[in-house]
């Protein structure tokens, strides 16, 4: 149910525009927005906040424009956060020029309290560019970190990719209308991140991209991220301004080492200029948030088991072939769910025991002890052992890697 006061908030997008520093000082003026609204012409006048012009437009929108997107929303099921709602990111509520609402296809995952990093770069990327994208996306939502990105061609979508193979949780900030038609070659995957995270836009479901949504729109990346890290960008590239953006903010800034090529131009200058944190591996990312990863484990890169997401076309990837069986983004099956293989251990209750001396950290040893020969869901042993979800991921993660648990099908996980 979309709230009285999102439908103001909404209003005064389709009055004072996107990008406005004047609807912070909106919600900062007034408690309740519908004072704002109520308050009319006298009102606007008074503030101190608005132009003449302001002013005009602001008489000239008749609310009726915000119902219309409503409705929209409610025959495409996506919702609708605005700046007062207790959902919205505190993290977003904090820039210069907060979204008044966002558009949300799927869950919005609670960003102000999980680790998140946004995955930049040039559309026209290297294989090397497309690889490394891809497995930093797995790598990190291994741990539980959610992934942020654009949804564009190249290192967007290869990193959201990532995100998908390893059933992570990714969220995809478009500079157009969650509906619009633009980039319908990933429309496969936009489908697939609302079932595991969020597309997310702040202009309403069928607004068409316009050139400056797009600088726009990276504004939004950067507040969402805790951390960004540019893989390949050119002196020009508008992944520069996202990462410029987060610096500004006092986020992390990270640059993955490059050659000589143009592609590596404008993110080897940030690492030159000590702008960016050089990486080469997605741990050099989570060691540098203090206290949060306590782990020397290293993913070993080469032997990912990378998807053959069929649905999910990335410019210049090549087609990546299962061994065992491959995930359907694209199902034609009533809920449209998402089929995955069935493991070895499914249907089995045969006893395996625990190994002694596997060298764990206290976390790691804690979740291994509990985990058993009959599957759990991630959510219980958190809740069971009280540790948190992402430091159970990083446990679990080290588990599989050391070849002590196995995952299941619906993030259940079983002794090995």
Known sequence: MI?????????????????????????????????????????????GIFSQNDINKLKSVNISVADRIIERCNELKYSVIALDDEKYPQCLRNIECPPAVIYVSGTFPDVDNRLTIGIVGTRRATKYGIDNSYKFGYALSKY???????????????????????????????????????????????????????????????????????????????????????????????????????????????ALLGNNSPQNEGSNERIKDGTAIPVTDFMDILTSFDNLYATNDKVDFNNLSLEDIEAVPVKGMPKLRVKQSRVNLTSSNENNNIDYPKTKNDNLNIEIKHKDNVNLNTIAQSVYDYINNEPVHIDKIAADLNIPVFKVLAALTTLEMKGLVQALQGRRYILK
């Open 144 to 254: 539980g970190v959610a992934v942020v990105s654009g949804g564009a061609l190249g290192v967007d979508c290869a990193s959201h990719r990532g995100s998908l193979a390893a059933d992570g949780v990714t969220i995809c900030v478009r500079g157009c209308g969650i509906n619009a038609s633009y980039l319908s070659e990933n429309a496969g995957m936009r489908s697939a991140i609302t079932k595991r995270g969020a597309v997310i836009s702040e202009y309403p479901p069928d607004e068409t991209p316009r050139s400056y949504y797009f600088p726009a729109r990276n504004r939004i990346i950067a507040a969402l991220s805790d951390g960004v890290l540019i893989i390949e960008s050119g002196v020009k590239s508008g992944s520069l301004i996202t990462a410029n953006l987060a610096g500004e903010m006092g986020k992390k800034v990270y």
């Open 3 to 47: 709230s009285s006061n999102t439908r103001i908030w909404i209003w005064i997008t389709q009055t004072l525009g996107y990008n406005t520093p004047k609807v912070r000082k909106i919600y900062e003026l007034y408690s309740d927005v519908s004072d704002f609204y109520n308050g009319g012409e006298q009102e606007w006048r008074f503030c």
